[in-house]
């Protein structure tokens, strides 16, 4: 029997050969790993994990879920999996927009790349066939004017995932980017993509080619579908127009976690910026804000577009996250909008993470601080963090250095432990300090320093599923575990993390199997996350990852934070040793009878 | 004491804060009290009008800390004490 919601569909694309052959999902490996990060990671951990990531034999992936572009609430999510350049490890990347639903549309459950094109190429995924054509004149153009050639040329309601000048020459950190500025940012997957000499992916796709269930479970899908939908419709966090995500977009979070104290400044010397309120979301609302995009069947729109009318900083651009905000104002010392919003537009245009950028840029200040740079990088000058942003993409003078990312550079510099960085990786923009869970996460993720791995700030913050303390190591393991499986389901399936604000494995479970036909229950759902969480484990384990790199940067364990939080340090190694007895690891490490239990192996 | 408003109730006062003074002894719910005394429309935004309780994912920090980690409602402040008011907000 075929299943529901999926195409059925792989594209197999050999850049080197330059051939496309197509192959079915495999129906075991669809009920094991569903779709999006979980099927992605199969497929990267088959092509084998010593692969070297900036080498043709790497794989890069781009995946869609079982309910992508299917009514499923917020079910717009393209997963962007491959080895990462920035940190060894398996990452996977998603980003908004409508190009994963295009995707699906177009016939697609994903599209795996390999080889090395001899000349810069770019793809056109439509009706179930993926071309191959000359991307010659679109090499070296930032994404925008990327995309608008590629859309006078194959129309405008295409969609383009491109890469900027950053990914082609390998910055460590560069994106994937789409037509709406929505970004695959995490990991470097566009210097894969630049290693591939792979420019651009064209996605054309009608809606009329929406995933839908089987004609016998249609009323059980509407039923799941209406489900979901009403919760996000009246939840208190995702409610439309009504609660602060739809209203003041991600950004809304920086003045909680700068009140407790859990807001890193000044490259993490600090936990608490006294501009905070200058760079949060309420100020970008009311004053540069101008519009409120949305993604594939989403009612929350969270997303917002800015524009700087005048002057300098004249820019018009999407959208301002609260981890931008953070990275490029509170971790670098600049309260000053404007200059940050021209900031994001040009990481958006030249393809890197604004995450890594801004925590890069925070760490090339205190190096120059301490003397280890020939140039001055003063704490707060837009200017020159500006000029720094353009080096990095085009990798000229000490932008060649920060194209290697936070961790790299301050190795290159001579003081790694001014990167506040996990396994190579950044940090995002909560404190470990003043949140004690989100380090243990921090320190576990296997993509490296990451937030939405195991975003235990919805329980320690805001409260949900359930209120924790955030002060407080007890329980932190298993409430990170939770978060841990779960995301690595709904990412498979592939939905916003924003979803489960409101739905839970109940809801998330029930339209996966209506879709599909898998009778796939709550429990076996986070049986099936767990499971990904151990692959993506033992193929870092199989690279030489294990329990000496689920660490924090040292200044986190032992500088006390500020503001609310003074005092505090991050007690990892008490959760640490909890969480490995939770997984049934050791230090760090995936046992065989784990693999086997799982049925990994 | 200084209250501080955010997101959405920040509309409800200048720069989004509130000045009170309260009597020794005086917990959360008294400085709320105070609070919808003098900013009536405040209060259907923060508490169930039935319990007096907390509505679902407001949040009150004092000095950073969540009251709901403290004695909740009943977490006794003074006049040095800052109180931050925080509509339902999420994000990532």
């Known amino acids: 029997m075929q299943l529901g919601g999926y195409a059925n569909h792989l594209a197999h694309i050999d850049l080197t050969k330059g051939t496309v052959a197509y192959s079915p999902i495999a129906?075991?490996?669809?009920?094991?790993?569903?779709?999006?990060?979980?099927?992605?990671?199969?497929?990267?951990f088959d092509n084998g994990p010593q692969v070297e990531a900036l080498s043709p034999d790497n794989l890069l992936c781009f995946m869609n879920g079982p309910v992508t572009g299917s009514p499923v609430s917020m079910s717009g999510r393209l997963a962007v999996v491959t080895k990462s350049p920035l940190t060894g490890t398996v990452t996977d990347s998603h980003m908004g927009g409508f190009a994963a639903a295009r995707l699906r549309w177009a016939g697609f459950d994903g599209l795996l790349v390999k080889g090395r094109a001899a000349a810069p190429t770019y793809?056109?995924?439509?009706?179930?066939?993926?071309?191959?054509?000359?991307?010659?004149?679109?090499?070296?153009?930032?994404?925008?004017?990327?995309?608008?050639?590629?859309?006078?040329?194959?129309?405008?309601?295409?969609?383009?995932?491109?890469?900027?000048?950053?990914?082609?020459?390998?910055?460590?950190?560069?994106?994937?980017?789409?037509?709406?500025?929505?970004?695959?940012?995490?990991g470097g997957t566009g210097a894969v993509g630049g290693a591939k000499n792979l420019k651009a992916i064209v996605i054309i796709g009608d809606r009329?080619?929406?995933?839908?269930?089987?004609?016998?479970?249609?009323?059980?899908?509407?039923?799941?579908?209406?489900?979901?939908?009403?919760?996000?419709?009246?939840?208190?966090?995702?409610?439309?127009?009504?609660?602060?995500?739809?209203?003041?977009?991600?950004?809304?979070l920086t003045n909680i976690l700068n009140e407790a104290g859990a807001f890193p400044s000044f490259n993490g010397r600090q936990s608490h910026f006294e501009k905070g309120y200058e760079i949060s979301g309420e100020a970008f609302k009311?004053?540069?804000?101008?519009?409120?995009?949305?993604?594939?069947?989403?009612?929350v729109a969270c997303k917002k577009e800015l524009e700087v009318k005048e002057g300098r900083w004249k820019v018009r651009t999407e959208s301002m996250e609260y981890e931008t905000a953070w990275s490029l104002g509170a971790m670098c010392g600049l309260s000053d909008r404007e200059p940050m919003a021209y900031m994001l537009d040009q990481c958006n245009d030249y393809g890197l993470d604004t995450i890594e950028m801004g925590v890069t840029l925070a760490m090339v200040m205190e190096a120059s601080e301490l003397k280890l740079t020939d140039e001055v990088v003063n704490w707060g000058d837009a200017e020159k963090m500006s000029a720094l942003i353009r080096a990095t993409a085009y990798r000229e003078g000490l932008g060649d250095t920060l194209a290697l990312g936070a961790y790299g550079a301050a190795v290159k510099l001579g003081n790694p432990d001014i990167a506040m960085s996990v396994k190579g990786q950044a940090i995002p923009a909560y404190d470990p300090r003043g949140v004690q869970g989100i380090g243990l996460g921090y320190a576990t993720s296997n993509r490296g320093g990451c937030?939405?791995?195991?975003?235990?700030?919805?329980?320690?913050?805001?409260?949900?599923?359930?209120?924790?303390?955030?002060?407080?190591?007890?329980?932190?393991?298993?409430?990170?575990?939770?978060?841990?499986?779960?995301?690595?389901?709904?990412?498979?399936?592939?939905?916003?993390?924003?979803?489960?604000?409101?739905e839970g494995a109940g809801e998330f479970a029930a339209q996966v199997a209506a879709l599909t036909g898998m009778a796939i229950t709550p429990e076996e759902a986070m049986k099936i996350g767990e499971r990904i969480y151990n692959l993506e484990r033992y193929y870092n384990n199989q690279n030489g990852f294990s329990g000496k790199d689920d660490v924090l940067p040292k200044r986190f364990l032992t500088l006390p934070a500020t503001g609310?939080?003074?005092?505090?340090?991050?007690?990892?190694?008490?959760?640490?040793?909890?969480?490995?007895?939770?997984?049934?690891?050791?230090?760090?490490?995936?046992?065989?009878?784990?693999?086997?239990?799982?049925?990994?192996? | 004491?200084?209250?501080?408003?955010?997101?959405?109730?920040?509309?409800?006062?200048?720069?989004?804060?509130?000045?009170?003074?309260?009597?020794?002894?005086?917990?959360?719910?008294?400085?709320?009290?105070?609070?919808?005394?003098?900013?009536?429309?405040?209060?259907?935004?923060?508490?169930?009008?039935?319990?007096?309780?907390?509505?679902?994912?407001?949040?009150?920090?004092l000095r950073g800390r969540l009251i709901r980690d403290l004695e909740g409602l009943q977490t006794k402040v003074d006049d040095s004490d800052e109180l931050a008011i925080f509509p339902p907000i999420a994000g990532g």
């Not at chain 1, 995309?147 to 994937?176: C, M, N, Q, T, Y």
Request: overall charge positive; hydrophobic content about 45%; aromatic content about 6%.
């Open chain 1, 27 to 44: 129906r075991d490996l669809a009920r094991k790993y569903i779709g999006g990060r979980g099927l992605g990671v199969k497929f990267v």
């Open chain 1, 123 to 186: 793809l056109v995924a439509e009706n179930g066939t993926v071309t191959l054509h000359d991307a010659s004149g679109i090499w070296g153009l930032g994404v925008r004017a990327t995309v608008r050639a590629l859309r006078e040329k194959h129309g405008k309601d295409a969609s383009v995932l491109a890469i900027g000048p950053a990914g082609e020459r390998l910055v460590r950190f560069a994106a994937w980017m789409n037509e709406d500025d929505r970004a695959s940012g995490r």
């Open chain 1, 208 to 252: 009329k080619s929406q995933p839908k269930p089987a004609d016998a479970r249609k009323a059980e899908f509407d039923a799941a579908q209406k489900t979901g939908l009403k919760a996000i419709m009246e939840g208190g966090l995702t409610a439309p127009n009504k609660g602060g995500l739809s209203v003041y977009g991600t950004n809304v």
């Open chain 1, 286 to 299: 009311e004053h540069l804000v101008v519009k409120e995009p949305v993604c594939h069947a989403c009612p």
């Open chain 1, 451 to 502: 937030h939405v791995r195991g975003y235990t700030i919805a329980s320690e913050i805001a409260g949900i599923p359930f209120a924790t303390d955030r002060t407080v190591t007890e329980g932190k393991a298993s409430l990170l575990k939770i978060f841990q499986d779960l995301f690595a389901f709904t990412d498979s399936m592939d939905v916003c993390k924003f979803a489960t604000f409101s």
């Open chain 1, 564 to 601: 609310n939080s003074a005092g505090m340090v991050s007690q990892l190694p008490v959760m640490l040793k909890e969480y490995y007895e939770l997984r049934g690891w050791v230090d760090g490490v995936v046992t065989e009878a784990k693999l086997k239990e799982l049925e990994i192996i």
């Open chain 2, 1 to 61: 004491m200084k209250i501080k408003l955010f997101a959405n109730l920040r509309a409800h006062a200048k720069d989004g804060l509130v000045h009170l003074t309260l009597p020794s002894g005086a917990a959360v719910s008294d400085a709320l009290a105070h609070l919808f005394d003098r900013i009536p429309a405040l209060a259907e935004h923060v508490v169930d009008p039935g319990t007096g309780e907390l509505l679902p994912y407001v949040n009150i920090m």
